[in-house]
């Protein structure tokens, strides 16, 4: 090979993270992590192409005693190092529950990904009322008590065989009836 050999392009990998917060987080606390994670990328040589904020939504399990969180959806171009990076940080960070990294695409040109400005614009939602925090432990235990509904009546034919006047109720051996 020849010293005035031309180098080839240096190409790059897309990535796309999740990351939980907190459902109680503030609109300021969701912006700060967001533009963190936009620092992040910037400092090591990345693009990000799309930033949205899914809003709050139910989690599959109990983490760190919360059932709801805030998602939010990054999307991005750079080397193994950024992914690192961005981790690192919103490890750091109080609100933010869970995250997951997962690679997209290999061999990415860095030069041909275009960027949206309004792609990479952060919408933070509101903060969740008391009513949303708070889920009676009854209902999260299944111990809450069935809605009441009415019995059927019972009365006394001639014959001296009981009837029961609601449609559908079979009477019980023991005198009772289930319906």
């Given at each position: 090979m020849t010293a005035t050999a031309v180098a080839a392009p240096k190409r790059h990998r897309e990535y796309e993270t999740i990351y939980v917060l907190r459902p109680d987080?503030?609109?300021?606390?969701q912006e700060r992590i967001a533009g963190r994670v936009g620092e992040a990328v910037t400092r090591e040589s990345?693009?990000?192409?799309?930033?949205?904020?899914?809003?709050?939504?139910?989690?599959?399990?109990?983490?760190?005693?919360?059932?709801?969180g805030v998602y939010v959806y990054v999307r991005y171009v750079g080397g193994g190092p950024l992914v690192s990076e961005i981790e690192r940080n919103l490890r750091m960070l109080?609100?933010?529950?869970?995250?997951?990294?997962?690679?997209?695409?290999?061999d990415i040109d860095m030069e041909t990904v275009e960027?949206?400005?309004?792609?990479?614009?952060?919408?933070?939602?509101?903060?969740?009322?008391?009513a949303e925090l708070e889920?009676?432990?009854?209902?999260?235990?299944?111990?809450?008590?069935?809605?009441?509904?009415?019995?059927?009546?019972?009365?006394?034919s001639e014959d001296g065989e009981e009837d029961f006047e609601?449609?559908?109720a079979v009477p019980d051996l023991n005198g009772g009836e289930l319906s």
């Open positions: 987080v503030t609109r300021e606390s990345g693009k990000l192409t799309t930033l949205e904020n899914w809003g709050r939504r139910q989690l599959a399990y109990t983490v760190k005693k919360f059932r709801r109080d609100d933010v529950l869970k995250y997951q990294t997962v690679q997209v695409a290999t960027v949206k400005p309004e792609n990479v614009a952060f919408e933070a939602v509101e903060p969740a009322t008391e889920e009676p432990i009854e209902r999260l235990l299944g111990l809450e008590q069935p809605v009441e509904r009415e019995r059927p009546q019972r009365s006394d609601a449609e559908g």
